[in-house]
T-cell receptor
């Protein structure tokens, strides 16, 4: 089975800190995604990457950036954390070739910004 | 633009009773449709998916869903729920071509009472 691993289950950071959320997948998937999940809003796409060194903005990219230097790793960066970025962050990956394959999700990182 | 509506934010069902979770989508052509489940504190797990052919699809854990093009719906059903089915359920839609991303609904939280 494909495994998507998010390095932290829970994080607490201070306002203004630079925060790195890491995601690693072990099945050579080309596509990777970062979502945030908030009650009543469902999953909202922050950024995605079709392949190494490629990135595309999703629906809510403001305040975030990403890095994909290696195929297996996709990092989400909060340049200057703010309290409105307190949320659950979900990483997902998928084989290249369209939505047929569905996504494989990590277990999520619950980030609290104080 | 594609979109998904899950009209029920929260549903409570007695253990052993039948279940139907509603999903309506908006998309210009035949979409790919998915149902995911999220247990508390976990990532999302794929329950089932529809691409073409038989409009009734079977998934894991005894779930099924029916695609109704005329109603733009993809409702999830289970004949008899178990306490372990308590979770949040997400419907998602994606185009049936290219490398495009999925769009998720806002989710339905399912509570099971004894």
């Amino acid at each position: 089975d494909v495994k998507v691993t998010q390095s932290s289950r829970y994080l607490v950071k201070r306002t203004g800190e630079k925060v790195f959320l890491e995601c690693v997948q072990d099945m050579d998937h080309e596509n990777m995604f970062w979502y945030r999940q908030d009650p009543g809003l469902g999953l909202r796409l922050i950024y995605f990457s079709y392949d190494v060194k490629m990135k595309e903005k999703g629906d809510i990219p403001e305040g975030y950036s990403v890095s994909r230097e290696k195929k297996e790793r996709f990092s989400l960066i909060l340049e200057s954390a703010s309290t409105n970025q307190t949320s659950m962050y979900l990483c997902a990956s998928r084989l290249f070739g369209g939505p047929y394959y569905g996504y494989t999700f990590g277990s999520g990182t619950r980030l609290t910004v104080v | 633009a594609q979109s998904v509506t899950q009209p029920d934010i929260h549903i409570t069902v007695s253990e052993g009773a039948s279940l139907e979770l509603r999903c309506n989508y908006s998309y210009g052509a035949t979409p790919y449709l998915f149902w995911y489940v999220q247990s508390p504190g976990q990532g999302l797990q794929l329950l089932l998916k529809y691409f073409s052919g038989d409009t009734l699809v079977q998934g894991i854990k005894g779930f099924e869903a029916e695609f109704k093009r005329s109603q733009s719906s993809f409702n999830l059903r289970k004949p008899s729920v178990h306490w372990s089915d308590a979770a949040e359920y997400f419907c998602a839609v994606g185009p049936n071509f290219g490398n495009e991303k999925l769009t998720f609904g806002t989710g339905t939280r399912l509570t099971i009472i004894p």
